[in-house]
């Protein structure tokens, strides 16, 4: 890896899931399965890399259109996901951390998401973020909201409202902007994943399956990223 500037925040549309296990003909569902088992070597080589945040949209505010027997599949994946990935955590320093309106979800959900973000909390390698019912328009517009409410109530002025001011007030208030934006699975859009955060993002799009990516494709994708050349609008 040449030692160029590093992409400080990555974001991963894991898309393919379902396709991939059909190509074989099996269950999509399988497909989700083997897909929550790559997030595990992705999770790795991004401590490999010393990438300090790495966010996967795992659940689109737009995936509940599914049929219900695959939303409470990805559901229950989740609890025991989260369950075996504690000790992945813990031995490398990763900090659990999720966006997303995660209100909708069962309490016994929302309980587990909230004991590990609280057991790693203190881990520094990495900031592992997980897209939960999250969707920009939803980020937004909640935003927006919070904002009228706390102009009204005269804690914030409306002259003062800078972007700053509204990034604080986004599910990514404490993190920064995405550098680097990977979506496998051959479709080249964004589904309404970190539009705001994405703004000055290098997109890089793969034709493989989520379950197919590697940690390879990731050096790749990091590879490709310190060769490309960002101006932010200068010259
Ligand atoms: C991405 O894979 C995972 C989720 C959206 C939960 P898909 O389930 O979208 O798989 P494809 O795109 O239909 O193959
Ligand atoms: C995006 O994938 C959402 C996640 C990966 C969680 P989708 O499969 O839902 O997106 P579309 O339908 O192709 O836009
Ligand atoms: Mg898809």
Redesign the pocket.
């Known amino acids: 890896m040449v030692s160029a500037v590093l992409p400080l925040h990555i974001a991963v549309i894991?898309?393919?899931?379902?396709?991939?296990a059909?190509s074989l003909g099996k269950k999509?569902t399988y497909?989700?399965y083997i897909?929550s088992k790559v997030v595990d070597d992705i999770t790795k080589e991004s401590v490999n890399l010393k990438i300090k945040y790495l966010t996967l949209?795992?659940?689109?505010t737009e995936?509940w259109k599914r049929p219900k027997t695959e939303i409470k599949f990805?559901i229950s994946l989740l609890h025991t996901q989260i369950t075996k990935k504690e000790n992945l955590f813990k031995e490398n320093n990763v900090r659990f951390n999720v966006i997303g309106d995660i209100s909708v979800f069962p309490q016994r959900t929302r309980d587990m998401l909230e004991n590990t973000i609280e057991k790693t909390k203190n881990n520094k390698a990495l900031t592992l973020t997980l897209a939960l019912n999250y969707g920009s328009k939803l980020e937004i517009t909640a935003a927006c909201k919070k904002i009228a409410h706390d102009t009204e109530s005269g804690r914030l002025q409306a002259c003062d409202i800078s972007e700053n001011t509204i990034e604080k007030y986004l599910f990514t208030k404490d993190m920064p902007d995405v550098d680097l934006l990977i979506r496998t699975?051959g479709?080249k859009r964004i589904s309404n994943f970190l539009l705001w955060q994405s703004s000055y993002a290098e997109l890089i799009f793969f034709d493989k399956?989520?379950p197919e990516f590697t940690k390879e494709d990731l050096r790749d994708a990091v590879h490709e990223f310190q060769h490309r050349k960002r101006r932010f609008g200068g010259l």
């Open positions: 894991m898309d393919g899931n379902g396709r991939w059909l999509r497909g989700h897909g949209y795992a659940f689109s995936n990805l699975g479709e399956y989520w």
